[in-house]
């Protein structure tokens, strides 16, 4: 798979792509917040199962991120590479993985290359891994 030696996590197939991954994708808060509110889906997967929430996280757009999370996207979401909270501590991006965690992402659920949270920050429970957070 291409994909995975070009360093991109994810395909930019546009075929793939629902009005909601592109705003993302373009970081436009305002459309972001209008698809949300006229009812888009925030659960769609382009061809690589990666979600709007997904996207955000890789790009680090935390603002987006919060919009999706506060609409109801599924903080445990995982595409073929990864899942939201294990992207946010690879890109270190603490405070994104404190947000998360307080819409319910689970640290112990390993993406599919077998990390988690927990193995990430090298910990073995929710105490341990909000204490490594929390200077974030």
């Given at each position: 798979?291409?994909?995975?030696?070009?360093?991109?996590?994810?395909?930019?197939?546009?075929?793939?792509?629902t009005?909601?991954?592109?705003?993302?994708?373009?970081?436009?808060?305002?459309?972001v917040?209008?698809?949300?509110?006229?009812?888009?889906?925030?659960?769609?997967?382009?061809?690589?199962?990666?979600?709007?929430?997904?996207?955000?996280?890789?790009?680090?757009?935390d603002s987006?991120?919060?919009?999706?999370?506060?609409?109801?996207?599924?903080?445990?979401?995982?595409?073929?590479?990864?899942?939201?909270?294990?992207?946010?501590l690879?890109?270190e991006n603490?405070?994104l993985?404190?947000?998360?965690y307080?819409?319910?992402?689970d640290?112990?659920?390993?993406?599919?290359?077998?990390f988690?949270?927990?193995?990430i920050?090298?910990?073995?429970?929710?105490?341990?891994?909000?204490?490594s957070?929390?200077n974030?």
């Amino acid at each position: 798979d291409e994909s995975l030696t070009s360093g991109e996590p994810y395909s930019y197939d546009d075929n793939s792509l629902t009005p909601l991954m592109e705003a993302v994708l373009d970081y436009d808060e305002v459309k972001v917040q209008e698809l949300v509110s006229d009812g888009e889906s925030l659960e769609d997967q382009d061809s690589e199962k990666t979600t709007a929430l997904l996207l955000s996280i890789y790009n680090d757009n935390d603002s987006i991120a919060h919009i999706l999370l506060e609409a109801g996207a599924n903080p445990n979401t995982a595409d073929n590479f990864s899942n939201a909270l294990t992207v946010s501590l690879y890109n270190e991006n603490y405070k994104l993985a404190k947000l998360l965690y307080s819409y319910g992402a689970d640290p112990s659920i390993e993406d599919p290359e077998g990390f988690s949270a927990f193995s990430i920050l090298d910990v073995d429970n929710e105490n341990d891994f909000l204490a490594s957070l929390k200077n974030f």
